[in-house]
């Protein structure tokens, strides 16, 4: 069974940094692309970035570009996302996404930016 | 960045009737190398995450009812709920992966009338 599993959400202050986890299982991890897909409070969805399968090649959404950093540890079976310089407006829940159609979620990790 | 454009933002329903929703793309989402329309369709239930229900446009995901169909190509699709079930009651999301940003619409709620 594919699980996607995040962790590493939580409170902080404007200006902060996270990073946030998720470990992936039942599927051979480094045979896919994978994403982050985030969704504000009452709000549609959102992604964030993608990693190639060997994690040479990333993608950012504008907003985060030069804040946010994806990457990945095939040998772990680890997706990653480095958040610094974080706003209010980066609040939201934060999933790990299988691509290429996403098919596979995780339950998501809540990122709280607030004073 | 290719938009997508969902309609209706929200439709009431009544039990076994259909439900249609629309989602257009502000681009061609139909590949010529593979001849694949890059558009799936999620569901997505209060408090939980986003789940597959169709890809390639047309395509069901495993385990999904036959109640749910995808149709369309180029820039014009449509998700219909052939007789709506109580289960259903979701928004729904359609999602390029054309190219990226990659993008969603903006979501269709649907209620039980």
């Known amino acids: 069974e594919v699980q996607l599993v995040e962790s590493g959400g939580g409170l902080v202050q404007p200006g902060g940094s996270l990073r946030l986890s998720c470990a992936a299982s039942?599927?051979?991890?480094?045979?896919?692309?994978m994403s982050w897909v985030r969704q504000a409070p009452g709000k549609g969805l959102e992604w964030v970035a993608n990693?190639?399968?060997?994690?040479?090649?990333?993608s950012y959404v504008d907003s985060v570009k030069g804040r946010f950093t994806i990457s990945r540890d095939n040998a772990k079976n680890s997706l990653f996302l480095q958040m610094n310089s974080l706003r209010a407006e980066d609040t939201a829940v934060y999933y790990c996404?299988?691509?290429?159609?996403?098919?596979?979620w995780g339950q998501g990790t809540l990122v709280t930016v607030s004073s | 960045d290719i938009v997508m454009t969902q309609s209706p933002d929200s439709l009431a329903v009544s039990l076994g009737e259909r439900a249609t929703i629309n989602c257009k793309s502000s681009?061609?989402?139909?590949?010529?190398?593979?001849?694949?329309?890059?558009l799936a369709w999620l569901q997505q239930k209060p408090g939980q995450p986003p789940k597959l229900l169709i890809y390639?446009?047309?395509t069901r995901e495993s385990g999904v009812p036959d109640r749910f169909s995808g149709s369309g190509s180029g820039t014009d699709f449509t998700l219909t709920i052939s007789s709506l079930q109580a289960e259903d009651v979701a928004v729904y999301y359609c999602?390029?992966?054309?190219?990226?940003?990659?993008?969603f619409g903006g979501g269709t709620k649907v209620e039980i009338k």
């Open positions: 996404a299988r691509q290429y159609y996403f098919d596979h």
């Open positions: 039942g599927f051979t991890f480094s045979n896919h692309w």
């Open positions: 990693i190639n399968r060997d994690g040479s090649e990333e």
């Open positions: 681009q061609s989402l139909l590949s010529n190398s593979d001849n694949k329309n890059y």
């Open positions: 390639w446009a047309s």
């Open positions: 999602h390029q992966h054309y190219g990226t940003p990659l993008t």
